[in-house]
């Protein structure tokens, strides 16, 4: 069955930089979610998108911005690289809001 | 704000052991709870969904309870085996809380041959 895929699964920055992050939702999800793992901590929500308009909002810094495009793909901009924004970097998406949410493999963020 | 809690933080038990692994939160009005498994460095695989309305959801040899008054849901897991060697996440969604999961810090396992 066709899973989440990210791109890239590993990405090195440096700080001050700028990184873009892609995600292609189960075919016929229209609800992709972004969480973050940082190193040894459980994933942390930041934004969702339910056809194409944002549902939610967590904790997504100022300088992360996100959006879902008209074939429910979704990117994950992140600009002015910090130390800090070193972090597992998943996508989930699901059928509707609600339903159960499947994780695709992560993008491993390395900012130096 | 839902805080969510997972006990033991780590556990190691030999091949064959019946375990479960505890996980509490603390606001009760929950639309419903995953569970997932990581691999060291890898993505979540989700176990079991358990709606707000369920007692409990089987999978082969993992059986989730949920007792929503209570604010817990514990995950069962039968025969171990060294294969299940892994971090096990519960998430809850709450009813006011949009779409968001709200993730447990998880329980790492060890089952040894």
């Known amino acids: 069955a066709a899973g989440v895929i990210q791109s890239p699964r590993h990405l090195i920055k440096e700080k001050r930089e700028t990184a873009t992050l892609k995600c292609y939702p189960i075919p016929r999800h229209d609800t992709v979610y972004w969480y973050q793992q940082g190193p040894g901590q459980d994933p942390q929500f930041l934004i969702s998108f339910y056809e194409k308009m944002q549902s939610d909002k967590g904790s997504i810094p100022d300088r992360f911005s996100a959006q879902q495009f008209s074939d429910y793909h979704s990117e994950l901009n992140m600009s002015s690289l910090e130390l800090g924004d070193s972090a597992l970097y998943f996508c989930?998406?699901?059928?509707?809001?609600?339903?159960?949410?499947?994780f695709g493999p992560g993008t491993r963020l390395t900012v130096t | 704000k839902q805080e969510v809690t997972q006990i033991p933080a780590a556990l190691s038990v030999p091949e064959g052991e019946n375990l479960v692994l505890n996980c509490s939160f603390t606001?009760?009005?929950?639309?419903?709870l995953q569970w997932f498994r990581q691999d060291p460095g890898k993505g979540l695989t989700s176990l079991l969904l358990i709606q707000s309305s369920q007692r409990e959801q089987t999978s082969g040899r993992l059986n989730a309870s949920l007792d929503k008054s209570s604010g817990r849901s514990t995950l069962y897991i039968a025969a171990s085996q060294p294969g299940d060697s892994a971090t096990y996440l519960c998430?809850?969604?709450?009813?006011?809380?949009?779409?968001?999961?709200?993730f447990g810090g998880g329980t790492r396992l060890m089952v040894k041959p």
């Open positions: 989930a998406s699901s059928p509707g809001r609600g339903y159960e949410q499947y």
């Open positions: 606001d009760s009005a929950i639309y419903n």
């Open positions: 998430a809850v969604r709450g009813n006011n809380a949009g779409n968001m999961l709200t």
